[in-house]
C-alpha cells in the first residue's frame, strides 16, 4: 500500500488527481491540507483526513509520498519542505519556475535518497497513445513532420492581464503539456526554432506559442493560442508513404470538467467520430484511407509508475533529464518572446 497526502485542495487536486488515485486499491489518500478552508469548495470526500496544519501532514510517519497541486509559483518552496522531512515528492507541471530550482530539487532528492517528479499526465493522453500506435504500426512511412496543436478560443484570458511573468506565460502552462510529450517520445533534439508572441502588444500577456524541434530530417512542431475560433487538429502526423490526422483531443479533460468521472466505463474514451484518419500508400501503390480507434487514454498511470518506484524500486518513467530538458526550452522560450 502507498499512502499519501496532498498539498492543496483546489481544481488540480480534486480534478486530475483524486478521481484517478481513488479507484486504485494500492493507493491510500491519507491527508488533505488546505491553508484557508474558509475558501473550501469542492466536496470533502468521507474517511480522508482535511487539515489546515501543515506540519500534521509533513511529520505523518504512514505518508511515503505528498503530492503539491499548489500555483507553480511555490512548488520550489513546498518541494523543498516535502523533501527535507524525508518524502517522496509528486509535483504539478510546471514542475518548478527555473531549472536551476529543479537541478536543486532533484539534487535535494538524490542525497535523501527520495523519490521526486513532475505529474506528467498528458503522457496517457488517447491521441498521443494513439499517434505513438500509428507511428510504430510502419504504414506511414519513415517520419518526416508532426504537428501538436493544443488550442483554444478563450480571447479574455490575455485581455485581462496587463503584465508579463513569465512563469505564468502560456508557454509555461500549455506548452509542458505537449513539449513532455515530445520528449518523452523522440528524445532530446538537435536544435528548436522558437516563436513566441505576445498577440496583443509588448508588456501583455504570452497567449501564443510555435516551437519546432528539429530531429535530424523530421520535424515536430509545437503549436498552441488563445485566439482560435476553430482548434486546429489535436495531432497531424506525415510520413514518406501516408499521414495520420487526429482532429480531437484525449476526452478525459473533458469529461473530467463536466463530473463525469472515472468510475465510468466510457470515461474519456472516444467514440467513432472522434476516431482519427490514416491515409497511406502501400507496396502496390493503392491508396488507402481509414479511421483507427483511439488508444484509451489514464491520467492515473503516473501514479501507478509511482508505486511501482517506491514500493518496488523501478526506475521512474518520468526522468529527472526530461523534466530538466522541458523547463531549459520553457525558459528559452520566453526569453525569445516578441
Known sequence: MLTIGYIGNGKSTNRYHL???????????????????????WNRIAGVNYTSDLDELLNDKSIQLIVICTRHDSHYEYAKLVLEHNKNCLVEKPFMETSEQAKEIFALAREKELIVQTYQNRRFDSDFLTVQKVIEEGKIGDLLEV???????????????????PAFSFLYGHGCHTLDQVISYFGKPDHIHYDVRQLLGQGRMNDYFDLDLYYGTLKVSVKSSYFRLKERPSFIVHGKKGCF???????????????YMPDNKDFG??????????????????????????????????????YETIINGKDKTITDEQTLLQMEILETGVKNLK
Open 19 to 41: 478521481p484517478f488515485v481513488l479507484q486504485r486499491e494500492n493507493i491510500k489518500v491519507k491527508t488533505i491540507y488546505q491553508r484557508n478552508p474558509e475558501h473550501e469548495s
Open 147 to 165: 504537428e501538436m496543436h493544443y488550442d483554444y478560443y478563450r480571447p479574455e484570458v490575455p485581455e485581462s492581464v496587463h503584465s508579463f511573468d
Open 245 to 259: 490526422v487526429k482532429e480531437t483531443k484525449d476526452r478525459q479533460e473533458e469529461h473530467l470538467k463536466l463530473f
Open 269 to 306: 474514451i472516444d467514440t467513432i467520430k472522434h476516431y482519427g484518419v490514416l491515409t497511406y500508400i502501400d507496396e502496390e501503390g493503392t491508396i488507402h484511407e481509414e479511421k483507427v480507434k483511439s488508444v484509451n487514454g489514464d491520467y492515473g498511470r503516473v501514479y501507478d509508475d509511482l
